[in-house]
């Protein structure tokens, strides 16, 4: 194992034992995304499907997330999400509905001939959720702003989201 594989696997066994300690909840997650974004600065749209996977944090309402991605077309990337829960309605006692803000900074290394590329998109999602000992799942429908290259995006996102707990 390389020094950097060494030191990433240290500070996820780290981060969850500091998490558990401290009342933090830790979870890995895998997700399948379907995004669509409309760029009203050159009057465009695209669509894709993408395979995310990452570790998020939470406490209380709020919570981070930390993650890597790959859609359709090969395309790669790392992405910070991040909000905190406005209002949270029970369905029944198994299932709710969470309205949360969030923000996310998505970041497109250099590929396929393009340059690297910075995302900044903040918006609102409302997220269906059922929670089980093991963890979660969980449909989001997220809308948000997207400003990157002096171009600004309307996106929007349905998302089937699983999640493990790490530390409960």
């Known amino acids: 194992m390389t020094n950097k594989k060494t030191i990433l696997v240290l500070?996820?066994?780290?981060?969850?034992?500091?998490?558990?300690?401290?009342?933090?909840q830790t979870n890995y997650f895998i997700r399948?995304?379907?995004?669509?974004?409309f760029n009203l600065s050159k009057r465009s749209n695209y669509y894709t499907p993408a395979l995310a996977t990452?570790?998020?944090?939470?406490?209380k309402s709020k919570f981070i997330e930390f993650a890597g991605f790959e859609n359709k077309e090969d395309n790669w990337g790392l992405f910070t999400f991040f909000g905190s829960n406005i209002h949270t309605k029970n369905l029944?006692?198994?299932?709710?509905?969470h309205t949360n803000w969030f923000g996310e900074l998505t970041y497109f290394p250099p590929q396929?001939?393009?340059?690297?590329?910075?995302v900044n998109t903040g918006?609102?999602?409302?997220?269906?959720?059922?929670?089980?000992?093991w963890?979660?799942?969980?449909?989001?429908?997220?809308?948000?702003?997207?400003?990157?290259?002096?171009s600004i995006s309307l996106n929007t996102r349905a998302i089937l989201n699983?999640?493990?707990n790490l530390n409960k």
């Open 112 to 118: 396929k001939n393009n340059q690297n590329v910075w």
């Open 32 to 37: 399948m995304a379907n995004v669509a974004n």
């Open 92 to 97: 029944d006692e198994d299932w709710k509905l």
């Open 135 to 150: 963890g979660s799942i969980g449909i989001p429908l997220c809308v948000g702003g997207a400003y990157s290259q002096k």
């Open 54 to 59: 990452g570790f998020g944090l939470g406490y």
């Open 162 to 164: 699983l999640s493990f």
């Open 11 to 24: 500070f996820i066994l780290f981060s969850v034992l500091e998490g558990y300690s401290q009342k933090i």
């Open 123 to 133: 918006g609102v999602c409302f997220f269906l959720n059922r929670a089980y000992n």
